[in-house]
């Protein structure tokens, strides 16, 4: 259903390489709510994923930017004040990778030159564009700055490596900047912590199909998917969440409260071996 809870809203949407990205899905519901939106995602990102046929289909420019480059964030944030005709209301930031991941290093034995790279990329891009918006006095008061995350930051996921800690920092980063974001501009900075979903990025996580398979029976209403978390992005868009800010918000189908959930046990419970209570005789009484 639309609402047009965006209607004359103007956004800036970093990370859609595919149909599959959450990125994608937040512009397509974007676009249905009556915003305008530039896209962004870095020059390699653009020659080897689809944005082309998302910008097409939203009406919307792509503006190649390196979020590791303030130089690069600059020309995005002035080109985007522009093609839109006035100051932002909406940023994502969906943007993640872990070249250690890719690799198959061991979280306990890193290429650190790779850690560096991937917190670079996935952390410190996000106080690097909130720094540029911040700056340039580029957000309408009231607007809303969303970055995606994931429950691995506060909770171990052996195979998740590296990313947990950028996730983490991530978080810490909304929190910080989104204190002088809103003292100072009147702009809210929240992190959503999505259900495990099979984006394309997500799906060079090791052991990434058991994470969905685990958390769709741990959650009580199941993993939310990327669409869901799309619309759930827009609720934090509108103006429906003005009050909302600081905040690591989980949209995990109630995951992230969960201890066990019964079908977890059961299927615990069908391989579980109880080892047999051996019966020790006592020794006979000599006469």
């Not at 769709?216 to 609720?235: F, K, R, V, W």
């Not at 690591?248 to 579980?272: E, P, Q, R, T, W």
């Amino acid at each position: 259903m639309m609402y047009n809870l965006l209607k004359g809203k103007r956004g800036i949407i970093l990370g859609a390489l595919d149909s599959k990205s959450i990125a994608w899905k937040v512009a397509e519901r974007a676009h249905e709510e009556g915003a305008i939106f530039v896209l962004s995602n870095a020059p390699v990102a653009l020659r080897l994923g689809t944005i082309a046929e998302l910008a097409e289909k939203t009406g919307s420019e792509v503006i190649a930017a390196d979020a590791t480059s303030i130089m690069d964030l600059e020309d995005l944030v002035d080109g985007a004040v522009k093609i839109l005709g006035g100051k932002i209301d909406f940023v994502l930031h969906s943007i993640g990778m872990s070249v250690n991941v890719r690799r198959g290093n061991h979280y306990t034995h890193q290429d650190y030159n790779f850690t560096k790279t991937g917190f670079d990329v996935s952390a410190l891009s996000f106080h690097r564009l909130m720094s540029v918006l911040y700056q340039r006095d580029a957000m309408n008061e009231w607007g809303s700055i969303v970055a995606l995350s994931y429950m691995a930051a506060q909770r171990v996921f052996p195979d998740y490596n590296d990313m947990a800690d950028n996730k983490a920092y991530l978080e810490s980063v909304a929190r910080s900047f989104g204190y002088f974001f809103g003292r100072d501009k009147k702009v809210r900075v929240n992190t959503i912590s999505q259900s495990p979903t099979p984006t394309t990025a997500g799906s060079g996580v090791k052991g990434f199909d058991g994470f969905i398979a685990y958390a769709e029976q741990m959650s009580p209403l199941g993993n939310a998917t990327a669409l869901e978390c799309a619309d759930y992005t827009i609720s934090l868009f509108s103006d429906l969440t003005k009050k909302v800010t600081l905040q690591n918000l989980f949209h995990d189908g109630g995951f992230s409260n969960m201890g066990v959930s019964n079908a977890i046990m059961d299927n615990f419970m069908k391989d579980f071996q109880p080892e047999e209570t051996k019966v020790v005789e006592e020794p006979k009484k000599t006469k």
